[in-house]
């Protein structure tokens, strides 16, 4: 069972960006492709977009692909999403999702991270 | 994008009753890449099936999921206390990767 540790809470405001990381500590970081996932509060999941971990290709949400940026630290074994322009609306957690193979983004989301809540507020 | 739409939205029942609860897909899911996730207050979702009917690692066999095309489902066979949660599909088949809007299980 792979665990994985994100970063803290964080609060910002309107128009500002937040990078939030995702790690998975002893395990074979290159061997996994990571999904980001969110959810406002009270509302279900949105698939935010993947990265591999191997290669670094990317496979973004179309609503987001303007604002947000996902990238790996294959030295440190972490992942992280940056999002830009924030808005009031994408107040949510925020989760890192590794998949068991880095060549595809079809694939589904085994091992979850315990989130990170974003605040967007004036 | 493929829509999923989940029925029931809430689903009363009680321990050591048969759950089932659905998923359908506005198109067909590829390859039946079809996920099941559990989901508790304050925590993160749990991945119980994928590939509509296997189960994940340390799932129990109370717990099966079924189907193709755009109708799936899942069922519980006798609940207890533990599986009441928020249960989301998702299909994986095709991107953007989208989640249905979930049934609350509840006593």
């Known amino acids: 069972q792979v665990q994985l540790v994100q970063s803290g809470p964080e609060v910002k405001k309107p128009g500002a960006s937040v990078k939030v990381s995702c790690k998975a500590p002893?395990?074979?970081?290159?061997?996994?492709?990571i999904s980001w996932v969110r959810q406002a509060p009270g509302q279900g999941l949105e698939w935010m977009g993947w990265i591999s971990a191997y290669n670094g290709n990317t496979n973004y949400a179309q609503n987001l692909q303007a604002r947000v940026t996902m990238t790996t630290d294959t030295s440190t074994g972490t992942a992280y999403m940056d999002l830009r322009s924030l808005r009031s609306d994408d107040t949510a957690v925020y989760y890192c999702?590794?998949?068991?193979?880095?060549?595809?983004?079809?694939?589904?989301?085994?091992?979850w991270g315990p989130g990170t809540l974003v605040t967007v507020s004036a | 994008e493929i829509v999923l739409t989940q029925s029931p939205g809430t689903l009363s029942l009680s321990p050591g009753e048969r759950a089932t609860l659905s998923c359908r897909a506005s198109?067909?899911?590829?390859?039946?890449?079809l996920a099941w996730y559990q989901q508790k207050v304050g925590q993160a979702p749990r991945l119980l099936i994928f590939?509509?009917?296997s189960r994940a690692t340390g799932i129990p066999d109370r717990f099966s999921g079924s189907g193709s095309g755009t109708d799936f489902t899942l069922t519980i066979s006798r609940l207890e206390p533990e599986d009441f949660a928020v249960y989301y599909c998702?299909?994986?088949?095709?991107?953007?990767?989208?989640f249905g809007q979930g049934t609350k299980l509840e006593i």
């Open positions: 590939d509509a009917s």
């Open positions: 002893g395990y074979s970081f290159s061997s996994y492709g």
């Open positions: 998702q299909q994986y088949g095709r991107s953007p990767y989208t």
């Open positions: 999702a590794f998949t068991q193979n880095p060549y595809t983004s079809s694939l589904p989301f085994h091992f």
């Open positions: 198109e067909s899911v590829t390859s039946r890449y």
